[in-house]
């Protein structure tokens, strides 16, 4: 696991960026494995621009997203499929075909988790997968207790997770308690992982996941085991290092 601390949330997009650029040029056709929540929307927002001032093409990539919410259809406001459509598809030149999320609605989730473990597979698998980190040390919807070698498949998101992500919603509006996620196992195929963390929030849930055991009881400590991993913390996500 290689750590890397930065100065801001900022420079720390700014390294993820230059990562997928330099995994772009040299593997047009990469496939990306990719997040949504806070944490990648300034490396987003960092390609978005690399696309549309320096002419960067990702016509040939093939993406997969980590998680969606069960429950929610892909123009649902709240859905990962629309975030990830605002927030960078619909703003790169990425062929629609290409992107694959999780299907929260489909009638036999167990079936289509089996089939998005054999569309990543027939991709040729995962080049570079994009990571952020829960407050309770999770990645992807895998929350703490997750098997380390779990797959891709239905999730409950804890407490703690749901109030997270509540700001995401409006007042009174339904918020899913279930998730389809790849699993920890599928994270760790992917040949490099990169995992953001920002903020003062963070910091408790990166010093179990670098100083502490390898540990269910925090999933992103996995990444301990993984051959190429790259851990970027602005220096509030850093501060409990030893
Ligand atoms: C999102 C995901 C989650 C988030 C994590 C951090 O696809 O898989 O693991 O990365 O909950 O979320 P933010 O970045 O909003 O703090």
Do not use: W
């Not at 978005?48 to 919410?69: C, K, P, W």
């Amino acid at each position: 696991m290689r750590v890397v601390i930065v100065g801001s949330a900022h420079d720390a997009a700014a390294y993820g960026c230059d990562l997928f650029l330099g995994q772009l040029h040299d593997k047009p056709t990469s496939v990306f494995g990719l997040a949504t929540g806070s944490t990648p929307l300034a490396l987003y927002q960092a390609l978005i621009d690399a696309h549309r001032n320096q002419g960067i093409s990702f016509a040939q990539v093939t993406t997969f997203n980590l998680d969606e919410y069960v429950g929610l259809a892909g123009d649902h406001s709240q859905s990962y499929r629309h975030f990830m459509q605002r927030n960078l598809f619909d703003c790169i030149d990425v062929a629609p075909e290409n992107t694959h999320v999780p299907n929260g609605m489909a009638e036999n989730a167990e079936l289509a988790c089996a089939e998005y473990e054999a569309q990543i597979m027939n991709a040729g698998g995962i080049d570079l997968q994009l990571l952020g980190v829960g407050r309770n040390g999770h990645i992807g919807f895998n929350e703490p207790s997750s098997s380390l070698v779990s797959r891709t498949r239905v999730k409950t998101l804890t407490e703690g997770t749901i109030a997270d992500n509540a700001r995401f919603f409006a007042d009174g509006e339904y918020q899913p308690s279930l998730s389809l996620t790849m699993g920890i196992g599928t994270i760790m195929d992917a040949r490099r992982v990169l995992l953001i963390a920002t903020g003062d929030s963070k910091a408790d849930a990166m010093r179990a996941a670098i100083e502490g055991p390898v540990s269910a009881a925090c999933p992103a400590s996995i990444l301990q085991m993984h051959a190429d991993a790259i851990v970027v913390m602005d220096e509030a996500a850093a501060a409990k290092l030893r």
